[in-house]
């Protein structure tokens, strides 16, 4: 039986991974911050442990929980938007959006590479087109953009540290989808997404090791 990671399974494009992997007969390891999450998650079938990925004691606690675990799949969905506004951004501000979406894949990608190099896996990361610097036509969303350019970062660098281990290390845009954060305006529905997410990820051999690729593969500019 293949198995999943999902880490940032709470809501959304994570916890709809997880209902699809397991739908499919996957073996499920999914994470998130509140209790109430994880019963949900348990209740799907899923292994269910509880992560804060801002806390470094956390992340070092999940990193016990996976040692010796092979990873055919491994995501990392974890994120946050942060403040609407375009204006000065507060260090409180500044600290969550960055913590959440950068430093905490510059700490669990070294967890989660090694694991998925061993099956010759995938590890992907949810971006959004939103990070590229050749496609962007305007300003705005200014330190959630600068927080997904640091992600793309942070992929390529996995890229080459466990591609030629054997991983296949890719970032995704999802679409704007129907979520918290894309809002019900959205286009997409999440499970229309995460279908073509699934599918993408399943056909991608090496070659597209340190690709940005949009849902459906078509290849983002960075």
């Known amino acids: 039986m293949p ?5 940032g399974a709470s809501r959304g494009i994570g916890f709809e991974l997880a209902r699809q992997y ?18 949900k998650l348990a209740r799907l079938g899923a292994e269910a442990h509880q992560l804060d990925v801002t806390s470094a004691d956390s992340i070092a606690g999940m990193g016990w929980r996976l040692d010796d675990e092979k990873i055919d ?22 600290d969550e959006v960055m913590h959440t979406n950068v430093l905490a894949a510059m700490r669990l990608i070294p967890i989660v590479g090694p694991l998925v190099a061993a099956t010759r896996g995938k590890l992907a990361v949810i971006s959004s087109n939103m990070a590229s610097l050749g496609h962007r036509s305007q300003a705005g969303a200014t330190l959630y953009r600068a927080s997904k350019a640091a992600l793309n970062s942070v992929l390529v660098d996995a890229a080459l540290t ?17 979520t918290d954060m894309g809002s ?20 991608l ?10 849902h ?3 290849p983002l500019q960075w």
């Open 216 to 218: 459906d593969g078509k």
């Open 73 to 94: 799949a491994a995501w990392l969905v974890a994120g946050v938007y942060g403040p609407r506004h375009d204006g000065f951004p507060t260090q409180q501000e500044f």
């Open 205 to 214: 051999d090496t070659s597209a090791n340190g690709s940005f690729l949009n």
């Open 162 to 178: 466990y591609g030629p281990q054997g991983a296949t290390c890719v970032s995704f845009h999802p679409g704007w989808v129907q």
């Open 184 to 203: 019900k305006n959205a286009p997409m529905p999440v499970a229309t997404s995460v279908s073509n997410l699934r599918a993408t990820l399943a056909r």
């Open 3 to 7: 198995t999943a990671l999902i880490l």
């Open 22 to 39: 397991r739908q499919d007969g996957w073996r499920v390891i999914a994470t998130a911050r509140k209790t109430e999450d994880i019963d």
